[in-house]
């Protein structure tokens, strides 16, 4: 048929629909499943994924010998648990920066290579298809983000108790940071996401997330006046990792407020990129 | 059936598409021509609602393209062959797509035979050709089965087979009953592919009728006549309401008489005719007649063409 057609035949291709299967109302669940299509089809979303993985088990590693070969004489539970804890959560420092790029990515992508349009075009209402991207990135950076965490834990355990550094994976200070670490991953995707809908550019978006998350804790901390070094606990990164229970020197927030503190920041980003996403032409 | 009314469009300063009104009907092509810059593709957009009007509004079958609950099958468009993430693969694009509207994967696979792209479907849209691209947009814009059709220059990038391919195509999709809307600004191929002409300039309606009476209405039909004896048969036919062009020593371009007239004028003067040839005027004569004060960009070269044609 297609070579007929193809050959300039001017009989006409049969162009309906299959019998039966027509297409259904626009609904979340189909936006949901098209995100998903789209996340998983993109080599660089796989690779970004699995590099992740295989890098946070081999840096843990390292870490955990080189701790391992430093520990000397026992030391009380609550420190063992303490290196449990940062050899398991590991897998974040990394991880942030690579969740945050995927976030970026998954929209800003599209806004780049002109795919937008065609997903607007299938869903014209257009913002439930960033609530769906949202879902879609943080789920699956969550569960990449618990291989890693969880994988760090088992990879670096043999290593510590070699050195007599133990601490069970159900130890709620343990499970904090496996958890913690992933949701922590989770929500920098989905915050750079926004932030990548707002900027609709992959390397300007990239640039504004890292900055907020790598560089402003930093210049904030040089800064010197009162108001900068207030200002630091608050900051997304600052806040993250200290409501996993790694920087137990900081006292101006509780690991709740932590929480609250990052959520915020998801928020905004969100509500900033969904406003402009249903106010500007594609 | 495309309904649009006094539809304005705004960018800063400029201006890009200017108080338009238009109906698109159904089962017949509609041809949306006009020079670069005239407001094709904009229009084109705020029909499936990327860009907001500044004023008036655009309906598609009497609801706003959003307002539809199945968008797909409603309207296929084809609006930019880049509209596709050049990371993924032509088949993945499409079932993202489909999964919207919950449209069954052999529907996908349906579409993908249809515009010929079963030997490129897993391969990653960055690397196709201009015409593959096309291609791809046209099964996008075929997925839902949609009732009304909106492509922007479809046979731009692709082979001959290619363009009468898609001239076959959107024949039988008017024919099926089908609202389809056509950009170009290939007039030669508009004469033969669509039925009615929107011509757009400068962000206006400077036409909105069937082909035919474009061509046949829009430039006077002038006769060439050579005869050895062309000065004086030129005072022979000289009248108020006839122009005659003495072009070359034995030609004379007559507008305003016709053939038999012209030759029965000769003979009655006992004048010698070598040659006695009607020219009607093509589309794209008519067409540049129309847009000829709202080309946007001409270059001095045309722009001098344009004032000898006149």
Same mark, same amino acid.
């Given at each position: 048929m297609t070579t007929d057609s193809?050959? /300039?035949?001017?009989? &006409?291709?049969?162009?309906?629909? $299959?019998?039966?299967?027509?297409?259904? $109302? &626009?609904?979340? +669940?189909?936006?949901?499943?098209?995100?998903?299509i789209k996340l998983r089809s993109l080599r660089s979303t796989v690779w970004s994924y699995a590099i992740l993985i295989a890098m946070s088990f081999a840096l843990t590693a390292v870490l955990a010998a080189t701790l391992a070969s430093t520990m000397e004489g026992s030391l009380p539970a609550e420190a063992q648990t303490g290196i449990v804890m940062q050899v398991s959560s590991f897998p974040v420092a990394l991880g942030q920066l690579v969740a945050a790029v995927l976030g970026v990515l998954f929209i800003a992508g599209e806004y780049g290579t002109g795919m937008i349009r065609s997903t607007f075009t299938a869903v $014209?209402? #257009?913002?439930?298809?960033?609530w769906a991207k949202a879902l879609v990135l943080f789920v699956a950076t969550f569960v990449v983000g618990l291989i890693s965490t969880v994988g760090a834990y088992l990879i670096g355990s043999p290593f510590l108790s070699g050195s007599g550094i133990a601490a069970p994976l159900s130890h709620p200070d343990v499970l904090r940071a496996v958890i913690g670490g992933a949701l922590y991953l989770a929500l920098i995707a989905v915050f750079a996401l926004g932030v990548g809908t707002v900027v609709r550019n992959s390397a300007g978006g990239i640039s504004v997330v890292l900055g907020i998350i790598l560089i402003l804790p930093t210049v904030l901390q040089f800064i010197p006046a009162e108001w900068a070094t207030n200002t630091v606990p608050y900051l997304i990164s600052e806040a993250g990792l200290? +409501?996993?229970?790694?920087?137990?020197?900081? $006292? @101006?927030?509780?690991?709740?407020q932590q929480l609250l503190v990052v959520l915020g920041w998801v928020g905004a980003s969100l509500t900033a990129g969904a406003i402009l996403m249903k106010r500007r032409d594609a | 059936m495309i309904e649009a009314r006094n539809l304005t469009k705004t960018y800063g300063q400029k201006t890009a598409v200017n108080d338009i009104t238009f109906t698109v009907r159904p089962g017949i092509v509609t041809g949306f021509l006009g020079p670069n810059g005239a407001g094709k593709s904009t229009t084109m957009r705020m029909i499936v609602g990327l860009d907001r009007p500044t004023a008036g509004r655009v309906t598609v079958n009497g609801r706003y393209y959003a307002a539809h609950t199945s968008p797909l099958s409603e309207v296929g468009a084809l609006l930019d062959a880049? +509209? &596709?993430?050049? /990371? #993924?693969?032509?088949?993945?694009?499409?079932? @993202?797509? @489909?999964?919207t509207a919950r449209i069954p994967k052999r529907r996908v696979h349906e579409v993908i035979e249809l515009t010929g792209l079963e030997s490129v479907a897993r391969k990653r849209v960055g690397g196709f050709s201009l015409g593959m691209g096309q291609r791809l947009g046209i099964a996008a814009a075929l997925l839902g089965d949609p009732q009304t059709l909106i492509l922007d220059e479809p046979i731009n990038g692709l082979d001959p087979e290619g363009v009468r391919w898609v001239r076959s195509l959107v024949r039988g999709l008017a024919?099926? /009953?089908?609202? &389809?809307?056509?950009?170009?600004?290939?007039m030669s191929e508009m004469a033969v592919t669509a039925d009615h002409l929107i011509v757009l300039g400068k962000g206006r309606v400077i036409a909105d009728s069937p082909v035919a009476d474009i061509i046949g209405g829009a430039s006077l039909v002038s006769v060439r006549v050579r005869s050895p004896q062309a000065s004086v048969l030129a005072s022979t036919l000289a009248s108020p309401d006839v122009t005659i062009t003495h072009a070359e020593h034995d030609m004379l371009t007559v507008t305003g008489l016709d053939p038999r007239t012209i030759g029965d004028l000769a003979a009655r003067g006992g004048i010698a005719l070598h040659e006695l040839t009607p020219i009607s005027a093509s589309l794209e004569e008519a067409y540049l007649q129309l847009t000829n004060d709202d080309v946007e960009y001409r270059t001095g070269a045309s722009a001098r063409n344009l004032e000898v044609s006149r």
């Open positions: 193809l050959n /300039g035949a001017l009989e &006409v291709p049969e162009l309906r629909m $299959p019998r039966g299967a027509t297409a259904s $109302p &626009v609904r979340f +669940a189909g936006i949901l499943r098209s995100e998903t $014209p209402r #257009r913002l439930p298809v960033l200290g +409501a996993l229970g790694l920087q137990s020197d900081n $006292p @101006a927030l509780e690991p709740w | 880049k +509209a &596709v993430h050049t /990371g #993924r693969n032509a088949e993945n694009h499409l079932l @993202a797509l @489909a999964a024919a099926e /009953g089908r609202t &389809v809307l056509l950009s170009s600004h290939l």
